[in-house]
């Protein structure tokens, strides 16, 4: 008997040993990870590895110099939940629903993340949301409610409520940290999507950076003062500007709700003294708007510095893991940004602060360093290069193209020379005309349908776009082919009236 029990568990060792051996001979899938980061609110223009002259980021600009930039990036629609559709989808506004902030997106439809979990990849999405639907085709996801506050988040993970005391930038990346080193499995490839809410509004900087920027003066744009005179109806009747438009709780003459007393000890004693100051000085006319302005721009770049320092961390932990290497890192925002240009503040125009996106992509495995991309691309084609770059086939009904060839530097000869803008959300919050245009690297026709209005601008002559050349005669030619562009795109997009 004795010899038989021994003989049982000898059995249940050798095959316990033998499915041990099988799990750890199980061949790792070698496709890439993906890591995307993105912002809300970050104009290329503060980012120095776009030229910024207002401030240095020198975590961001590590994707640059390891990986390449993107010069000619740009949204379908410059606002921040139809933005997110969009790279959800790989489709157009008119095509996924959300054709503005009011509306719910449908989780039912087909996505990235869904192909991407059906074909072997984890799945995780952690940060900001900002669709009213729940995330779906994510193996773990936790979310800010809205737009989510800068300071002690409430977020909802897979479903429940989870409270985080702290800032928020840093408690994104600490959860995105946690599920990289703990609850990931290493044989499978993953896909994490990193979002930040930084530098949305009202731009409440970390405590560590309310200083950042009191010794210098940050430089304003040439078009500060614009009064929007080569323009239509459409500029001039905004409600974006920070001379009118932008709060006191943006510029902190009111403190911000939601913060602990221990938060609020550093808080107060930054900015008691300049709205003590402010009062006494009694600014007006044009010395208001530039101090406006400083308030606004500095705290902005605060909060973008918090996402550089962040940014840094998730990279540090790539390299020294031994990840970085077949990992594609992908940086960018949900559109474009005013950073007083035109006097302005937001986004949704088609005119370029707000319609060109950053676009940074590190893979150290395919990717070679330093290059920079003049070809035209936008957030439609995000969707379509995550599918490419794990060997899962692009469905025929997705809008985009694949970036993979062009960020191998083999773009291919039927590339596009144009892009199609659609904005919907009107009458809404600042007021922007509802318009659609067509932009080629020389040129951008916009028409403000309701308004019967169209604009032309040369991009190589006018890159401010301060005149508008559409009733020039010499442009004529031009418009006639601009026009014929936008009718084909709406064609090919399937844009109905």
Not at 227 to 240: L, V
Request: with cysteine; net charge neutral; hydrophobic share 35%.
């Amino acid at each position: 008997m004795w010899r038989s029990i021994c003989t049982g568990v000898g059995l249940l060792m050798l095959s316990v040993a033998a499915a041990r051996a099988a799990v750890a001979e199980e061949p790792k899938d070698t496709r890439p990870n993906i890591i995307f980061i993105m912002a809300d609110d970050h104009g290329a223009q503060a980012i120095s590895a776009y030229g910024s002259r207002v401030n240095q980021t020198p975590q961001i600009d590590r994707l640059a110099k390891e990986g390449v930039r993107f010069a000619n990036c740009f949204c379908t629609n410059s606002i921040c939940a139809p933005s997110r559709a969009v790279i959800l989808t790989g489709k157009h506004s008119h095509v996924n629903g959300q054709k503005t902030n009011a509306d719910s997106f449908d989780g039912a439809q087909q996505t990235f993340p869904k192909l991407l979990q059906k074909a072997g990849y984890q799945t995780a999405m952690i940060g900001k949301w900002h669709l009213k639907s729940d995330p779906t085709g994510f193996d773990y996801w936790e979310i800010l409610i809205g737009q989510g506050p800068y300071y002690n988040p409430t977020m909802i993970r897979n479903g429940e409520k989870v409270e985080h005391p702290g800032y928020t930038t840093d408690i994104i990346t600490d959860l995105a940290l946690g599920w990289l080193d703990k609850a990931r499995t290493a044989r499978k490839p993953f896909m994490l999507m990193c979002h930040h809410k930084a530098p949305h509004r009202n731009w409440q900087p970390a405590p560590k950076f309310l200083t950042l920027y009191d010794d210098v003066v940050i430089p304003e744009p040439d078009t500060l003062f614009d009064d929007w005179a080569g323009r239509g109806t459409a500029a001039k009747t905004q409600e974006m500007t920070i001379a009118k438009h932008i709060t006191k709780l943006d510029l902190k003459l009111t403190t911000p709700k939601g913060l602990t007393e221990e938060q609020l000890v550093p808080w107060n004693a930054y900015y008691d003294p300049i709205r003590k100051a402010f009062e006494e000085a009694n600014l007006t006319g044009k010395d208001l708007v530039k101090w406006k302005y400083q308030r606004y721009a500095k705290d902005y770049l605060r909060c973008v510095a918090s996402v550089d320092e962040n940014v840094g961390r998730l990279l540090d932990y790539l390299d020294k893991t031994g990840l970085a290497r077949n990992t594609v890192v992908l940086y960018t925002s949900d559109q474009g940004w005013y950073l007083g240009e035109h006097g302005w503040f937001d986004k949704r125009f088609m005119y370029e602060e707000s319609f060109r996106m950053p676009l940074l992509v590190r893979w150290p495995a395919a990717i070679k360093p330093g290059m920079v991309n003049d070809e035209l691309c936008q957030n439609l084609d995000f969707a379509e290069t995550f599918l490419d770059l794990a060997g899962v086939p692009v469905p025929s009904d997705m809008q985009g193209r694949s970036l993979v060839p062009v960020l191998k530097g083999q773009t291919p000869p039927d590339w596009r020379t144009s892009v199609y803008y659609h904005y919907y959300e009107y009458p809404a919050e600042h007021a922007v005309n509802r318009h659609e245009g067509v932009r080629t690297p020389h040129h951008k026709l916009i028409h403000f349908y309701q308004l019967d209005e169209w604009e032309l601008y040369d991009l190589v002559k006018d890159p401010d776009e301060l005149k508008n050349v559409y009733s020039d005669p010499a442009y004529a030619d031009v418009v006639t082919k601009l026009k014929s562009e936008l009718a084909r795109l709406r064609r090919e997009y399937h844009v109905t009236d």
